[in-house]
């Protein structure tokens, strides 16, 4: 076996340098588009889970990157790991590992840049941001590059970490985010409105919103959590999942409206519709949408081919013995 045969090992480290959000959210849109033309496959979310924790698996197909492959993580209470494995889509071929949490990080935050590009009003500068960790980072870039956002406020359970996220972020972006002392203060006549939290319950109420708003929801990912209230999710005129089939498993913001006989699913769109214009974006300025993620396979599969393609032009990732 030559050295070019060899799967390539790309560490964190390299992840970050291979990467930008602007290319991330390229790399996920077209994914998207070709997932919603038949192009390419995804699978949802499966668990196996034992008393200290939880292995976690996704994979998916994306044949016009040249790629399949999975992503597995584990969340035990050392903390959670995560690693791609990146398969060519012509001969089976292992291509590479990667460690995959910045990667997750900013598919995730891409997936809401696309959604945001859609359904949030061209004229939206403010933002309300509930939740400041490590998701919540990515999410604040993605917004930024696909709308020309000027201030935001952002709200965590823990002020110093509030304080803490504001100061980064706002050297980062270039843009004033000022802590706040409430998840309401946060988000009232904010234009854009960001859930990042891990939160069973909900931190998003209904009587809070109003018209015109969009909504990015991303922390819950397991039907038994939620951060929006049954009242936030009927307020909505426009909803829109990453999957319905992985939504129907998992999106707690969603199941718990329509278990009250609330809400329904055939009021729900797929991203995948939206970006190739089988369902709508946003129709009127004072529509309150929503997007609810939830992560899929094909985003990591996207941006993983990306990385790769950019490992190889420049060098970077240790071969393995196989």
Not at 31 to 59: D, H, Y
Not at 261 to 275: C, I, K, S
Request: charged share 25%.
């Amino acid at each position: 076996m030559s050295d070019a045969d060899r799967a390539l090992f790309l560490r964190e480290a390299d992840v970050e340098a291979l990467l930008t959000m602007d290319e991330a959210i390229e790399a996920v849109e077209a994914a998207f588009r070709a997932l919603g033309e038949g192009r390419a496959e995804n699978r949802p979310r499966a668990r196996a889970t034992v008393p200290g924790g939880v292995l976690n698996v996704m994979c998916a197909a994306l044949p016009e990157a040249g790629v399949l492959g999975l992503k597995s993580y584990t969340g035990f209470r050392g903390g959670v790991r995560f690693l791609v494995l990146l398969y060519s889509a012509e001969d089976g071929r292992l291509l590479a590992v990667m460690e995959a949490d910045r990667l997750g990080q900013m598919r995730t935050g891409a997936a809401s840049g696309v959604a945001t590009r859609l359904l949030a009003r061209a004229d939206a500068t403010t933002v309300g941001l509930i939740g400041a960790g490590w998701q919540a980072q990515s999410q604040l870039m993605a917004v930024c590059a696909v709308r020309p956002i000027q201030a935001v406020r952002v709200y965590s359970r823990t002020p110093s970490r509030a304080q803490a996220f504001a100061q980064m972020m706002s050297t980062r972006l270039g843009i004033t985010v000022t802590p706040v002392p409430s998840a309401e203060e946060a988000v009232r006549d904010a234009d854009i409105l960001i859930t990042a939290t891990n939160s069973r319950d909900p931190v998003l109420l209904g009587e809070w919103l109003r018209p015109g708003q969009h909504i990015n929801a991303i922390g819950s990912n397991q039907a038994v959590r939620r951060e929006l209230d049954s009242a936030a999710v009927v307020r909505c005129d426009r909803v829109v999942v990453d999957q319905l089939e992985q939504a129907r498993i998992e999106a707690g913001d969603l199941i718990a409206p329509i278990t009250e006989g609330r809400f329904g699913w055939d009021r729900v769109d797929e991203l995948a519709a939206v970006v190739t214009g089988r369902a709508p974006g946003r129709i009127r300025p004072e529509e309150i949408t929503l997007f609810k993620s939830l992560g899929l396979a094909i985003e990591d599969m996207a941006v993983a081919a990306h990385v790769y393609a950019r490992a190889l032009a420049e060098g970077r990732g240790e071969r393995l013995p196989f």
